[in-house]
């Protein structure tokens, strides 16, 4: 007997993705949940991928032609503070603005490719993947890319 595995180019889905989640996780409770990101891009390219944009969390390609990729980000962090006011007046609160301030994350991975069927292709894997970076603290949550992330990373800033 013999069976073909046939499969339409619709079916053709893939769980991987060449997408790095960023999220940011608050050091300092007196710190907006937003980041107002001035631009976000990646070393040896002239894309763009986040400008003047306030965000909670970044989405970000990696380069599938290579094993690693470096973003650079240009952050400005908003705080309230509490602004000391001469008497009879009562203190007020302000937001103040910190920054820019200009950042790196670079990420190496693994790639691996698997034909699925001539019909579909090659599907492109990226795993195993470590960091180097120019904030205080990461945190690792997911090395592997793939659709069901929420995040890969938490910058704890």
């Known amino acids: 007997m013999i069976v073909f595995v046939h499969c339409e180019v619709e079916n053709c889905v893939s769980l991987n993705t060449n997408l790095l989640q960023v999220g940011f996780v ?4 007196r710190f907006s949940n937003d980041y107002h990101f001035n631009l976000v891009t990646a070393v040896e390219t002239d894309t763009i991928f986040y400008e003047d944009a306030v965000l909670q969390r970044l989405e970000l390609p990696v380069n599938p032609n290579s094993e690693e990729t470096e973003f650079l980000l240009e952050i400005t962090r908003f705080r309230l503070d509490t602004i000391p006011q001469l008497p009879p007046a009562e203190d007020r609160i302000d ?34 993947l470590t960091f180097e970076h120019s904030f205080d603290s990461i945190e690792v949550v997911n090395t592997d890319l793939d659709r069901f992330n929420e995040v890969n990373i938490n910058i704890i800033y």
């Open 26 to 29: 608050k050091s300092d409770v």
């Open 95 to 128: 937001t103040v603005f910190i920054g820019p301030e200009n950042h790196f994350i670079k990420v190496n991975y693994k790639i691996t490719q698997k034909v699925i069927t001539t019909e579909c292709g090659v599907d492109q894997r990226y795993s195993n």
